[in-house]
């Protein structure tokens, strides 16, 4: 049982095309998880420096051209729930990268089994 050579260039293509847009993706998915562990290591150290003020000190948060006066436990608390959407979101472009690079390898073994002698 032989597949026509027509579907077999179609077949070819669509793969060829779903293993480039995977790739594609991969790399975006990468750099938007180097930029979210950024945030987060900025997100650490500005944290580290916060604690290291006593507890009566007010801090001053950058809010548009100005800054507006804080009380430390109110930024602590905003520092953290910042640190756990970033957690968060980190997580998810993983497992988005984990489906990617599974489909890119997918499209690969589709294409290797293609080009293989006898067509399966």
């Not at 179609?10 to 095309?17: S, V």
């Not at 984990?98 to 080009?115: A, F, M, P, V, W």
Request: aromatic share 4%.
């Amino acid at each position: 049982m032989s597949i026509p050579p027509e579907t077999l260039q179609k077949l070819l293509q669509e793969i060829e095309q779903k293993a480039a847009f995977s790739q594609q993706q991969i790399s975006i998915v990468k750099s938007q998880i180097a930029a979210k562990n950024r945030e987060s290591r900025i997100l650490q150290l500005t944290t580290s420096e916060v604690d290291a003020l006593p507890d009566s000190t007010n801090v001053y948060e950058g809010v548009g051209k100005m800054f507006v006066l804080s009380p430390r436990k109110d930024v602590k608390k905003r520092l953290g729930a910042e640190n756990e959407e970033l957690k968060s979101d980190i997580s998810a472009l993983e497992k988005k990268l984990h489906y990617l690079e599974t489909t890119y390898k997918n499209s690969q073994d589709g294409i290797q089994r293609l080009l293989r002698p006898g067509g399966s």
